[in-house]
């Protein structure tokens, strides 16, 4: 079974462009959560979906930030414009939508660079 | 608002040498608490999940313990490998998963 699966795995843009984030969870899973990594931070949440509903999205840093899930499954994450304190790693994650005790998958993460 | 505190930031141990890594949280109302291992350049591997009803969980030479009324858990790493350097991180999850800063384990040869 594949498993959470982001891209691209690194992005290198100027300041003022637009960059889009792709996840794919695995087959089935209702829930799918963002979270960054800025660096030397902890891994902060972003944003939670489930299916093709926001249900939390309490930690999108502002409006530059625009999240989707069309028809509940990949989702993508709009940067625009980039400034440079946008960088770091940006994972993606899900579950099932089975109850919330259970395990969350991450993906490999896409590392930005904005410069 | 859920914080989690890893202790310590980092710790170098040689080769063999048994270990414990220290998650605090503030909110003990979790579901549940996941310990990841991140490899520099890489995503997050899950380790050890455990439920909010459960005490430990064991995997191979990791064991992971839970107390939730104190808002604790330990990561205990028997016989440490150079293979296990990385950054371990625990995450609760309540309303969503909140992470910790981690810890950066060394293994020295």
């Known amino acids: 079974e594949a498993g959470v699966t982001q891209f691209p795995s690194h992005s290198v843009i100027e300041k003022g462009q637009t960059v889009t984030l792709r996840c794919d969870p695995i087959s089935g899973h209702d829930n799918l959560y963002w979270y960054r990594r800025v660096m030397g931070k902890e891994i902060k949440f972003l944003l939670h979906?489930?299916?093709?509903?926001?249900?939390?999205e309490s930690g999108m840093p502002n409006n530059r930030f625009l999240a989707e899930r069309t028809g509940g499954t990949y989702s993508t994450l709009k940067v625009q414009p980039a400034e440079l304190e946008d960088s770091g790693v940006y994972f993606c994650a899900s579950s099932p939508l089975t109850g919330l005790d259970t395990e969350a998958f991450f993906g490999q993460g896409t590392r930005l660079t904005v410069v | 608002k859920q914080e989690v505190t890893q202790i310590p930031a980092a710790l170098s141990v040689p080769e063999g040498e048994n270990l414990v890594l220290n998650c605090s949280f503030t909110d003990s109302a979790i579901y549940n608490l996941q310990w990841f291992r991140q490899d520099p350049g890489k995503g997050l591997t899950s380790l050890l999940l455990?439920?909010?009803?459960?005490r430990e969980q064991t995997s191979g030479r990791l064991n992971a313990s839970l107390d939730k009324s104190s808002g604790r858990s330990t990561l205990y790493i028997a016989a440490s490998q150079p293979g296990d350097s990385a950054t371990y991180l625990c995450?609760?999850?309540?309303?969503?998963?909140?992470f910790g800063t981690g810890t950066r384990l060394t293994i020295i040869p």
């Open positions: 995450a609760v999850l309540n309303e969503k998963l909140t």
């Open positions: 979906f489930v299916k093709e509903s926001k249900q939390d």
């Open positions: 455990i439920q909010s009803s459960q």
